[in-house]
């Protein structure tokens, strides 16, 4: 007995059979699409994913506290103290006092232009009047590279940027670096001043003005101190 199929029915079941099967398909690559995007709702569709970069910058030096001529002893050896100098010796004669301290090497900024300067080469004598800071000298550490006029200067103006300065200091003729052996900044008490000069050079002088004027390395020389 032969069954009559009827062609339109046929084809409305093979079409609904069709749509079936493609959902089937493509269901389960949706439910997964759905899942990640809701796991990570920030990543966008075309972004390439990417592992966050392990690089870091090294950090520059921090400023420690600057100094100035008048301020106490006491604010003085806060600095020293947190920036690791070494006190060696200290001398009182009447209202004048002097402490002789090796600096602890940190790193300042010269302003205006942030260049940076070492705080070593050198053994320090400070000098007080009345536990004041009334001035500060340098002398040439044999043991560590000295300083250049260039250096000096910049070291001046990172320590004191607000101060108006008169810095002598000497060089050997000879020396095209133009290494300092001495200097003084500010001023130094009458009872000390056999300590400066046991060098016989000549002395030269430079003023540092305050910040933001830019640390002028031109100087007078051959000065009788």
Known sequence: MA??????????????AIATVCFMAIAPTSVAKAKDDAEQP???????????????RAKPPLQPETLHLGMLESRFFEYARDNNWAAIATTQRDRYTMHQLQPGGEGLYALPERKLVYVRGFMA?????????????????NR???????????LVRAWFPDDMLSVIY???????????IETL????????????GKVSLPFCRAIVFP????????????LNI
């Open 42 to 56: 920030n990543q966008k569709i075309g972004n390439v994913r990417t592992l966050p970069s392990l690089q870091t």
């Open 170 to 180: 000497q060089v050997a003729p000879s020396d095209p670096r133009k290494s300092v």
């Open 185 to 196: 900044i500010g001023t130094i008490p009458k009872a000390f001043e056999q300590d400066l």
């Open 125 to 141: 004598s400070i000098y007080f009047e009345n536990e004041r800071l009334v001035g500060m000298r340098l002398t040439a550490d």
């Open 211 to 222: 910040s933001p004027v830019p640390v002028n390395t031109l100087s007078t020389c051959n």
């Open 144 to 154: 560590d590279r000295p300083m250049t006029t260039k250096d000096l200067l910049l």
């Open 3 to 16: 069954i009559k199929v009827d062609s339109r029915n046929f084809q409305i079941c093979l079409c609904l």
